[in-house]
């Protein structure tokens, strides 16, 4: 059912800066699209089936726009590490695990069943350099509900022999073949290029995934500027390029003709970023994972600025966990330490910033995704805060601030993908 009305206490961003809250309000679905807003519901839509959902506050789904999978087993594991330790340590191993489809069937299971049930309503998904298990997961994905680019990871370099492709040749074989099995094959689940990061890929296997790009006309995702370790060593093995980012971009993997994804961006100068600007490359901002691998804090609200594409993330499991609620909070608190002890030239992020990059910012991504704007897909979470316990009377302001800092899945009481409802 694609036209409908549902009511209650509407929240979504009118811009990058202000949320707009409408009480008992009407929204009007038509064609699987936001058909407008309402305070008395006009005549020419009331035989329309309604939906009302009482006190509740009813919100844009949320946009996840860098997770890994395969890592969602050991999330909380590991966490006195710094990234490279982290990698060897614990995220190589497990990876290596997805060779064997049986035990990526249960795990991918696991994680498609948290993530549908969560705030996130769109993901762009790492999986691993196995294309069976990377196709089931995006089988599982499908199953859920939910909208997502999955990505078969490439890495052929810097890696344990246990999880590396066997040769470029081979590599960019499977990367194609699989490319062809999937595009098509779904309606809500579609192949991302990911190359892994710069390290771990040589110079042929990134020509090579370019040209994937050009003939599939698909987007890429992988990771920029973490962690200062990672940087010097990008330095070390592109001696020409002049930044981290220079290094994609001489390989036409950096936005510019296609939508691209770089995670992180901690510590991007300035070359880097208008570059970014200038390619319209979407910031995957991953507040846990650069706090639980002290990897630093990014100047978010500069980025914003600066007109830029920028999304949350949840980076399951350099991110402890896949709620989104808790990345809103923690990029609020992680923006207001770099302000008070780094840099006050950067302001900190407001509430309505973070809930904006977290629905519009990444929401873009997939297209008009994220607000509740005229022509927008119809993505929608539902909240019930009652159990947010509180002994005086609250605004709708103050509940919708208390639910982004407090809300983890038991407050979900109803989820929209596409005007499908899922639960």
């Given at each position: 059912?694609?036209?409908?009305?549902?009511?209650?206490?509407?929240?979504?961003?009118?811009?990058?800066?202000?949320?707009?809250?409408?009480?008992?309000?009407?929204?009007?679905?038509?064609?699987?699209?936001?058909?407008?807003?309402?305070?008395?519901?006009?005549?020419?839509?009331?035989?329309?089936?309604?939906?009302?959902?009482?006190?509740?506050?009813?919100?844009?789904?949320?946009?996840?726009?860098?997770?890994?999978?395969?890592?969602?087993?050991?999330?909380?594991?590991?966490?006195?590490?710094?990234?490279?330790?982290?990698?060897?340590?614990?995220?190589?191993?497990?990876?290596?695990k997805y060779r064997d489809l049986e035990y990526a069937d249960r795990a991918y299971e696991s994680f498609a069943r948290h993530l549908r049930v969560s705030a996130t309503t769109r993901a762009a998904v790492f999986g691993t350099i196995h294309v069976p298990a990377t196709t089931l997961l995006m089988e599982k994905m499908e199953k859920s509900g939910l909208v997502s680019y999955i990505g078969k990871v490439n890495m052929n370099r810097n890696s344990p022999d246990f999880l590396c492709e066997t040769s470029v040749e081979q590599a960019l074989a499977d990367t194609e073949q699989?490319?062809?099995?999937?595009?098509?094959?779904?309606?809500?689940?579609?192949?991302?290029?990911?190359?892994?990061?710069?390290?771990?890929?040589?110079?042929?296997?990134?020509?090579?995934?370019?040209?994937?790009?050009?003939?599939?006309?698909?987007?890429?995702?992988?990771?920029?500027?973490?962690?200062?370790?990672?940087?010097?060593?990008?330095?070390?093995?592109?001696?020409?390029?002049?930044?981290?980012?220079?290094?994609?971009?001489?390989?036409?993997?950096?936005?510019?003709?296609?939508?691209?994804?770089?995670?992180?961006?901690?510590?991007?100068?300035?070359?880097?970023?208008?570059?970014?600007?200038?390619?319209?490359?979407?910031?995957?901002?991953?507040?846990?994972?650069?706090?639980?691998?002290?990897?630093?804090?990014?100047?978010?609200?500069?980025?914003?600025?600066?007109?830029?594409?920028?999304?949350?993330?949840?980076?399951?499991?350099?991110?402890?966990?896949?709620?989104?609620?808790?990345?809103?909070?923690?990029?609020?608190?992680?923006?207001?330490?770099?302000?008070?002890?780094?840099?006050?030239?950067?302001?900190?992020?407001?509430?309505?910033?973070?809930?904006?990059?977290?629905?519009?910012?990444?929401?873009?991504?997939?297209?008009?995704?994220?607000?509740?704007?005229?022509?927008?897909?119809?993505?929608?979470?539902?909240?019930?805060?009652?159990?947010?316990?509180?002994?005086?009377?609250?605004?709708?302001?103050?509940?919708?601030?208390?639910?982004?800092?407090?809300?983890?899945?038991?407050?979900?009481?109803?989820?929209?993908?596409?005007?499908?409802?899922?639960?």
């Amino acid at each position: 059912m694609k036209n409908y009305v549902v009511k209650g206490n509407l929240c979504y961003s009118e811009n990058a800066n202000s949320v707009r809250l409408l009480p008992n309000h009407y929204l009007v679905i038509e064609n699987g699209l936001c058909a407008g807003t309402f305070a008395e519901l006009p005549e020419k839509y009331r035989a329309l089936p309604l939906e009302d959902f009482g006190d509740k506050l009813i919100m844009p789904g949320m946009s996840d726009l860098h997770v890994h999978a395969p890592q969602f087993s050991f999330r909380g594991l590991g966490m006195d590490m710094e990234l490279l330790d982290w990698l060897n340590t614990y995220t190589f191993p497990e990876e290596s695990k997805y060779r064997d489809l049986e035990y990526a069937d249960r795990a991918y299971e696991s994680f498609a069943r948290h993530l549908r049930v969560s705030a996130t309503t769109r993901a762009a998904v790492f999986g691993t350099i196995h294309v069976p298990a990377t196709t089931l997961l995006m089988e599982k994905m499908e199953k859920s509900g939910l909208v997502s680019y999955i990505g078969k990871v490439n890495m052929n370099r810097n890696s344990p022999d246990f999880l590396c492709e066997t040769s470029v040749e081979q590599a960019l074989a499977d990367t194609e073949q699989w490319i062809c099995d999937t595009k098509d094959r779904f309606q809500n689940t579609y192949p991302i290029i990911t190359p892994r990061f710069i390290p771990s890929c040589t110079d042929e296997l990134m020509h090579g995934l370019r040209k994937l790009v050009e003939k599939y006309k698909v987007p890429v995702q992988s990771h920029l500027s973490e962690n200062y370790g990672e940087i010097a060593w990008v330095q070390e093995l592109c001696p020409d390029s002049k930044f981290y980012g220079d290094a994609y971009d001489r390989f036409g993997l950096f936005g510019g003709d296609h939508k691209c994804i770089m995670a992180h961006c901690v510590h991007s100068g300035e070359e880097e970023i208008e570059l970014m600007r200038k390619n319209g490359v979407y910031i995957a901002h991953s507040p846990l994972s650069n706090s639980n691998l002290s990897s630093g804090v990014a100047p978010i609200s500069k980025y914003m600025e600066c007109g830029m594409n920028v999304a949350l993330a949840s980076d399951v499991a350099g991110g402890d966990t896949e709620n989104l609620f808790r990345s809103i909070g923690h990029a609020i608190r992680a923006s207001k330490l770099r302000w008070r002890l780094l840099d006050q030239q950067v302001a900190a992020l407001t509430v309505d910033q973070a809930f904006y990059i977290a629905t519009v910012g990444g929401g873009s991504f997939f297209g008009k995704v994220g607000s509740f704007e005229d022509g927008y897909e119809f993505d929608a979470i539902v909240i019930d805060d009652t159990a947010l316990d509180h002994p005086q009377e609250l605004s709708l302001r103050a509940r919708f601030e208390r639910s982004l800092y407090l809300s983890d899945d038991r407050q979900i009481a109803a989820k929209f993908v596409r005007a499908e409802r899922l639960f």
